[in-house]
């Protein structure tokens, strides 16, 4: 085996105590910008092997701590992008290392069991104490996949499963059964799932033919011909357009309705992210999930809300959709990311079929990232993170709004009372891009989506001393230059 | 966090004398059927939350060594079948509980990143120590995925992107760019993917459309209507039926021909598996798939092999098709399962997307995995696994044989020269689950695939002492019921 080297015995000191402390006061820069010389020069070694096009800066994980990511060069930036995303309690979480060094752990890691097959005795007890315990309101249902992608695909083949079977008479026919051999209705489905215009839902065939969000995502893979409605375009600040976005809202509703009735093959289910991530950060408000929801009902549709990159708890609440006080709830709630982990969640058990080893294959998830979640899911409810956040994200807004205020180069501001999750667009593609840089360059790593938006992933454990430092090196960037 | 009980200090009192000597002599039985009383209560009680239709026993993994399963009535089972075939070292193997519980390991948990964006300094050094090591004749990269299904995908997706690429003068189009966004061609790829009847290659919406395996694997789930070609049925004896078999391989590959140039869109990629496994564990010989090889290559066509099921030693070769002898490698390799890590490997850097964010995704792989794949090729490398898996699978073949010749019950006993991936047929569907039944109550733990077979999927430790036992006890229930 290979041996830890120096800084790997961090991991080792660490404990709740240390941890926080061990955060430095405010970013450290070692190299004059960013990517460092030892950064690209490990990149381009990498680039030997993997696709690299993307690379950022290469980072040293083991000299991360808290809200600060360390880069291969020794700068620690303070990071509000978090692995797109994805990074819940920040880097090394003394409380996560101990769930890692676990018995349970190390045995989900070198006994990874087909779950399907031989469950492992103790999945409910881990389910129930973690994944399950966040469960949003009304689903108690669980299934667990391994990306965000995959877990939307399982959610999608959940959907088309529950419509065929409501129409189904009795057993398959002959010639279901010999037509899907041919991928031929009607054994396969021409049933279609509706995403709306400029969302994300992943990379996978299915999930990428409901992806709407660049082209470069999409370019040169086939897709199933399944339909997309229109996303509300809303214009900021809210209160001073609440009229016009009410009539934004409500003729996307309808166009939802008209695409729906005139829809020549039946639409299983219809996907929504609460906050459309990756196409920019675009909000709608509750009135137009709500109408989404009625709709979707009075259509005999099945709605799954991708939570992938809006759930556990950076909005102000556990689940993004729990801000817009539905009469009844989702059928499904996707979700990954955050909670390393990733699947669906349920209510109705008609959404499992009837015969198994339909919705089946090797793994159906890990018990590693389970018992990760658990302990993710624990360290949010004893700290009161949600909460925490939400505050965070009111005190971060406010100060956000006092930048724009003193630029041109930012304008729609948005993701108030939405804990950190919050965005605004730069004046081009350019400026956005300076910005970003510039901020990189002083310490703080920020990520952009859609066209010109920039969008804050900070950790659950980002505090209003993180967003003192964060908004004066922001308003140092913008103004300055 | 929760504390390890009784069970779980086995884990850490093992060391690779200790671990040997836990395994039992013989399998133990402490229930009269399987599943025993409390893997039924668990399995119930697992059911209220999660699709647990297809479970065959609940599992006790902290109590579970080396070839032996143990459920969660304490019976200890000897395993061949293996989680499908995804457990390469045995159960808690003092090697791989050393990588899960190093530093690097528990970093890598707690700090997963988004790879393609800020990969992690030692990645490069994982993979080379590791998954890159163990690359196929002719492949230095790597992509990396999830599971199968994604790693096939991920191939497929490169295949697409590489052909276009090759016939686009210059940059993408206006009407590229627009029609993609609208799922429609020339954006959206109109090209295929061919695979093979009873071919399986994954449940996700792009693999589940190349999966020819069952019907149940498919209804109801929309499919690209994407080719098949007949994939060899051979008559075993192989030596009785040589000039039989010969004819019947040349017929097939001049349907693929046939296919290939009477197809009305353009084949990206072939995609075929060494051993068809969920189809029924059926093989072909070298002659065939070197003309598979000769045609994809004639036809500007990429040829991917789906290592999955059949990689990482178990049929006496690292990889299957090292098996073939082909004059040029094929153009990519996709694994998953034994190496706990997944993805595709490659030679030709064209395979890699120009652009950056092509080939992408959040986590793009999971460096825990890859941490894992390194221990498992390690210990492979350094134990002579794949040459010790070679010699006790042609012992198991004989004995075998001679099972099969004293009873009408099985046929077709195939896999020789193959390691211990062997299989056979059974006279009926009923028979094998009365055989499969039956071994289990005695012991072993068995799967089967197709729809007659019986496929052996021990581990890579799996020695002439634990082929005795599961001889013997196979030929005790086949014969005396």
């Known amino acids: 085996m290979l041996r830890a080297t120096k800084p790997y015995h961090r991991l080792i000191r660490f404990n709740s105590t240390k941890y926080f402390s061990a955060e430095p006061k405010a970013p450290i820069l070692a190299t004059g910008a960013i990517p460092g010389p030892k950064s690209k020069q490990l990149n381009q070694e990498l680039g030997q092997v993997y696709d690299n096009g993307a690379t950022y800066f290469v980072a040293d994980y083991f000299n991360s701590v808290g809200n600060y990511i360390s880069d291969a060069d ?3 930036l303070l990071d509000v992008y978090c692995q797109i995303s994805s990074i819940p309690l920040g880097y090394n979480n003394p409380k996560l290392i101990e769930a890692a060094r676990s018995d349970e752990m190390v045995s989900s890691i070198v006994n990874r069991p087909a779950l399907a097959c031989f469950p492992q005795s103790n999945y409910k007890d881990i389910l129930e104490q973690g994944l399950l315990a966040a469960a949003p309101p009304g ?12 877990a939307n695909e399982t959610a999608y083949k959940a959907a088309f499963m529950y419509q065929h079977s409501k129409l189904r008479k009795g057993e398959f026919t002959q010639e279901e059964l010999s037509s899907v051999m041919e ?3 009607p054994g396969a489905s021409e049933m279609v799932i509706l995403s709306f215009e400029k969302s994300f839902h992943g990379r996978l065939f299915g ?3 409901t992806t709407r969000s660049k082209a470069i995502h999409k370019l040169d893979i086939p897709a199933f011909p399944w339909p997309k409605a229109p996303f509300p375009k809303l214009k900021y600040p809210l209160n001073e357009f609440e009229a016009e976005n009410r009539i934004e809202e409500e003729e996307c509703l309808k166009e939802l309705e008209s695409i729906i009735e005139n829809s020549s093959k039946q639409i299983a289910a219809v996907v929504v992210e609460p906050v459309q991530s990756e196409g920019g950060d675009n909000h709608a408000s509750s009135f137009f999930f709500q109408g989404v929801r009625e709709l979707t009902k009075k259509h005999g549709i099945l709605l799954i809300v991708d939570e992938v990159q809006t759930g556990v708890g950076a909005t102000g609440k556990f689940w993004a959709h729990q801000h817009w006080n539905l009469d009844s709830p989702p059928d499904m709630v996707t979700f990954s990311k955050k909670f390393q982990a990733a699947g669906f969640y349920f209510g109705n058990p008609d959404l499992q079929p009837k015969q198994p080893f339909r919705q089946f294959n090797t793994w159906c998830g890990d018990p590693s990232k389970a018992i990760l979640a658990r302990a993710i899911y624990k360290e949010i409810v004893e700290s ?34 939405f804990g950190t999750f919050i965005a605004w667009d730069c004046s081009s593609a350019d400026v956005r891009a300076k910005v970003i840089q510039g901020c990189k360059d002083r310490g703080v790593n920020m990520g952009g989506c859609g066209d010109v938006a920039i969008r804050l992933r900070p950790t659950l454990l980002f505090e209003k001393k993180h967003a003192d430092i964060f908004l004066n090196i922001l308003e140092d960037v913008t103004l300055s230059s």
Chains 1, 2 share one sequence.
């Not at 689903?139 to 995959?150: E, V, Y």
């Open 74 to 76: 020794g700068n620690k």
């Open 139 to 150: 689903m108690n249902k669980i299934w667990t996949s391994l990306s965000g992608s995959d």
């Open 183 to 185: 991928n031929k209705a």
């Open 207 to 209: 999930s990428l033919s």
């Open 384 to 417: 009161d993170l949600v909460n925490s956040t939400a505050k965070v994200g009111d005190y971060l807004f406010k100060g956000l709004q006092t930048i724009v205020a003193k630029t041109d180069k930012f304008t729609n501001l948005r993701g108030e009372n």
